[in-house]
């Protein structure tokens, strides 16, 4: 059973960049989609993007595209997340999910497997 930690969350401000790491346990790391959610306060966990087993292709969610990239090396069991131009609204803790399958879902409940989220805060 693969397992998640997510790293490289902290405090940013407006426009500024972050880099999020997910980093899986397991040797069949490979053969796992990605999916990368956030949840502000409030608010319901929303899917951001992902990537399939082989970091081939990659999806995102409209408020995210040409600001957000996600990118994966299966040699050393990560998936990342490349903010960039971060908004007040892009605030939210982020959590990668995994499953085993061959399409990338795009919804929670389609992931079994997640990690504990790392806090993301960008001051305006």
């Known amino acids: 059973q693969v397992q998640l930690v997510e790293s490289g969350g902290g405090l940013v401000q407006a426009g500024g960049s972050l880099r999020l790491s997910c980093a899986a346990s397991g040797r069949t790391f490979s053969n796992y989609v990605v999916g990368w959610f956030r949840q502000a306060p409030g608010k319901e966990r929303e899917f951001v993007g992902g990537?399939?087993?082989?970091?081939?292709?990659?999806y995102y969610t409209d408020s995210v595209k040409g600001r957000f990239t996600i990118s994966r090396d299966n040699a050393k069991n990560s998936v990342y997340l490349q903010m960039n131009s971060l908004k007040p609204e892009d605030t939210a803790v982020y959590y990668c999910?995994?499953?085993?399958?061959?399409?990338?879902?795009?919804?929670?409940?389609?992931?079994?497997?997640w990690g504990q989220g790392t806090q993301v805060t960008v001051s305006s």
């Open positions: 990537v399939s087993r082989s970091g081939s292709t990659t």
């Open positions: 999910a995994a499953r085993r399958v061959v399409i990338v879902p795009t919804t929670r409940s389609q992931y079994d497997i």
